[in-house]
């Protein structure tokens, strides 16, 4: 039985060792996508995008970007670092994250990118916010089954105001009228909105709709059902991008009423070419020469210009020096900030420091100052093509 069991063990000794017999494999769980490593379309800019970037700061800008109507130029920025697939941050693997990223995308209009984004996401009825970036896509698409079922799928967040707004519309779509109406009532009692309000009666057939409504996903599928005449309603970018069938357009400028040196310069810069010396030193001497009447004009040409020259003469920055241009509106220590990443060459939080100042400035963008240290942050993190357009966007501006 000894030499047996010994028999054995030989063998079992050389099976295991054998090339054929499998040996236990440590298996690593893969770590899960993060809220930017699945791309919207293709932007150009590198997979090193995020290196360095805040998760805080994430946090704090992607809510603005969803919120608050950008400049052409500032929405342009965003939508191409937001569709930038690329890995993200340290503490980037949130859904939330993932939602707000695609919330923003819908909000300047990349209705493509943000669907790119979420058709690839999972566990969508486990975040309120990834869930309703998903239903505003599906809405604008008139995927109404689909929103639908998010909503009724949702495992969190129910009681939320968008949700049981959502509700309301599929209950009605479904005819199941007294429960929507219960669950209108409990919208608007929680939040009351007026367009919503008179367009839900008017499904419910409590009263006429009144014109279409075309500021989200919602209230586009609302009118849509409705039979609504929307040709004559101001649309938001998504819902415009959506009645299109395509992304936003890149922005134009006419530069055509500049003055004549400033008009070649700044068709220099719409070519991507180098912004020449000469020009920008006789411009930035004529500014401070300037009288009382032209000054802040000149002053502001002149310093954006400047933003785009990564050195400047001695005296060109003397007389810079002495400009007399209202200080910007950006809290010292965002922009203070907003250097220091440049300086680090950290795109991704550059251009999110860049966006929250242009987020704060509304539609019209930010002012002379403030743009001009935007677009050397820009230029300076690698961002050239960007920080050209919030100059010639600002010079067009200065007509």
Known sequence: MVRISLALALVAGLLAASPGHAQPVEVAPLAAPDAFSVAG????????????????????????????????????????????????????????????????????????????????????????????????????????ARACALAEGLATGRDETYWLRLRAFCQAAAGQTAQAQLTFDLAQAQARDAAYGRLMAAKLGAGAPG?????????????????????????SPAVAAAQAGGAPAPPTWDLATLGGGVAELAAVVAAGQ????????????????????????????????????????????????????????????????????????????????????AADSGSAGPGAADRARIARALAEAGLEADARAFVLEGLAALK
């Open 274 to 357: 180098p912004v020449p010396d000469g020009g920008v030193t006789a411009l930035i001497a004529a500014a401070a020469e300037a009288d009382a009447k032209t000054r802040t004009r000149l002053q502001s040409q002149a310093i954006l210009l400047a933003a785009l020259k990564p050195q400047l003469s001695p005296a060109d920055r003397t007389r810079l020096a002495g400009f007399t241009l209202a200080e910007g509106k950006a809290p010292a220590a965002r922009s203070l900030a907003l250097h220091d990443a440049a300086r680090r060459q950290l795109p991704g939080e550059t251009a999110l420091l860049a966006l929250w100042t």
């Open 41 to 144: 379309r293709d932007t150009g800019l590198p997979p090193t995008l995020w290196r360095g970037t805040s998760t805080e700061t994430l946090r704090a800008v992607l809510p603005l970007l969803a919120a608050k109507p950008l400049s052409p130029a500032a929405a342009q920025l965003a939508r191409r670092v937001l569709a930038t697939g690329a890995p993200g941050p340290d503490g980037a693997a949130d859904p939330a994250l993932l939602g707000l990223r695609a919330q923003a995308l819908l909000a300047m209009g990349d209705v493509e990118a943000a669907s790119a984004i979420l058709g690839r996401a999972a566990g969508l009825e486990r975040n309120a916010e990834l869930a309703r970036a998903a239903a505003e896509s599906a809405l604008l698409a008139g995927d109404d």
């Open 211 to 235: 014109a279409a409504s075309l500021r989200n996903g919602l209230d586009y599928a609302l009118s849509r059902s409705l039979g609504l005449d929307m040709t004559k309603a101001a649309a």
